[in-house]
């Protein structure tokens, strides 16, 4: 008899192994995956962005034409194909992780709202818009992993949710080949906390998908290499002026972002309700003319741009990171998916670009870093991810010290101009409209999911 019972134990501790391993290899294959799409994604965007150099440098007054027909393009693809794509796809991913109806996650997760992120975000990039890869990513990776989590028929809430946070800070390992950031901004960003169940998971999937990324592409850095420091003493005054200035310009960038959330006031907000799709072509031709006043570096992501400025090959203007920093509003207000972390970087390299000119004391390249992480940090207001994600993408660990305090100096001015982090404020706009009844018609672009949700939204901008 004890014989008989120690082979059923044994047969269904063998069935409950074979399980464990079953589910992780399925999660391990969806962290390759979202590897994989990351790539896949940089590489398109990478052919969109230059293509749309090749058509500036050809005829750059055909850009009038092409941004607003492709800016009116993507509106319409997102209203009538891929409701729910528009945005950076960050606030959605935060969301998620607070959304206690599964209905929504399902929707708001979709694969078919993933792909069309890819999509529209690289028709974005190939018209000329001021947007990033890089925070779509992670919420292709999101719903790259929560596929993955029904598939395996996670019931447990905390699971799934441990899923879709691995997935998003996946998304922003492979995106940006920084998985220290992923992690970081895991903890920072998407959940605010780290629980040692869901640890494991985050941490398995960052590597995977970073591996994944650099088995395909190599061990880059984002930015290359930089070997600048900045010691102790009258170098430090970079650090107070650039955390001043990132502070000021990304406090006011989140803050005007987030009112714009809530919808554009007056006449033209009227304008902008009824009919969208004009919107975005006027929003096109908007960016067609800061284009020109730009002579086209205003255009697409703006990484050659940053990375020439961090490398001290190229000097660009005042009115450079002015008329980026319009570039982004706008392109952001049209309502089209796209991120803000590039442009964003972007912005920030010509702050501290123009502010090296006036401080001799301080190495040129290393005043750029700081400008870079100040006004990355004044914009999201995290200020341990946004001193990683640059320490990783330079590939230069003596100037963390700097980039840490400027992050904490930024952060702390631009709360003072927005006191609700930008992501975390247009995620609760997406969860204030889903919880909205039907008959309240919403105002902000969060509000869109690829079905009718428990609200019926209507589009208007979103990060």
């Known amino acids: 008899m004890r014989r008989k019972n120690r082979i059923m134990y044994l047969r269904r501790s063998a069935r409950v192994t074979t399980s464990q391993w079953r589910r992780t290899l399925v999660y391990w294959v969806g962290a390759v995956c979202v590897g994989l799409a990351a790539v896949g994604f940089a590489a398109a965007a990478n052919w969109a962005s230059a293509m749309c150099q090749h ?32 945005g950076s796809g960050i606030p959605q991913t935060i969301a998620t992780l607070h959304i206690g109806n599964f209905d929504i996650v399902d929707r708001v997760l979709s694969l078919k709202v993933a792909f069309g992120k890819i999509v529209l975000t690289t028709i974005g990039l190939l018209c000329g818009a001021s947007i990033g890869r890089e925070g779509p990513t992670v919420q292709v990776g999101a719903s790259i992993m929560h596929a993955f989590s029904r598939m395996m028929g996670q019931s447990n809430i905390a699971a799934r949710r441990s899923m879709i946070l691995a997935g998003g800070a996946a998304g922003v390992s492979a995106a940006f080949n920084t998985p220290l950031a992923g992690i970081v901004f895991a903890i920072e960003e998407l959940s605010h906390s780290f629980e040692q169940r869901t640890s494991g998971t985050t941490l398995t999937g960052v590597v995977l998908s970073g591996v994944t990324a650099i088995a395909l592409v190599g061990n880059y850095t984002y930015f290359g290499h930089t070997d600048v420091d900045v010691p102790i003493g009258t170098a430090w ?15 006011t960038f989140s803050a005007i972002l987030i009112r714009v959330s809530y919808g554009i006031p007056g006449l033209l907000g009227r304008f902008t309700k009824k009919n969208p799709i004009a919107f975005a072509a006027l929003c096109g031709l908007i960016l067609a003319i800061i284009g ?56 920030g390299a010509g702050i501290g670009g123009w502010v090296e000119q006036f401080l001799p004391h301080t190495t040129p390249g290393a005043v750029v870093l ?70 309240t018609t919403p105002r902000s672009q969060t509000e869109m999911p690829s079905k009718p949700l428990p609200s019926t939204p209507e589009k208007t901008p979103e990060a």
């Open 55 to 86: 058509v500036v440098t050809w005829n750059r007054w055909a850009m009038l034409v092409i941004i607003p027909s492709g800016l009116a393009l993507s509106t319409w693809l997102t209203r009538t194909f891929f409701k729910g794509a528009q």
């Open 237 to 251: 005054i970079a650090v107070l002026t650039c955390g001043i200035l990132g502070g000021l310009a990304g406090g």
């Open 370 to 439: 700081l400008g870079t992480v100040a006004y990355f940090c004044g914009t999201v207001q995290a200020p341990l991810t946004a001193t990683i994600i640059v320490m990783e993408m330079c590939d230069n660990q003596q100037v963390t010290l700097a980039l840490l305090a400027t992050s904490f100096l930024a952060f702390g001015v631009s709360r003072m101009i927005c006191p609700q982090p930008l992501y975390s404020a247009l995620a609760d706009r997406f969860m204030e409209a889903n919880d909205r009844p039907a008959t």
């Open 292 to 347: 020109l006043f730009s002579k086209g570096a205003t255009y697409g992501t703006g990484y050659e741009q940053a990375r020439a400025i961090i490398a001290g090959t190229e000097h660009y203007p005042a009115s450079f990171f002015i008329y980026k920093y319009l570039a982004t509003i706008v392109s952001y207000c049209s309502g089209i998916p796209g991120g803000l972390f590039a442009p964003s970087l972007s912005i």
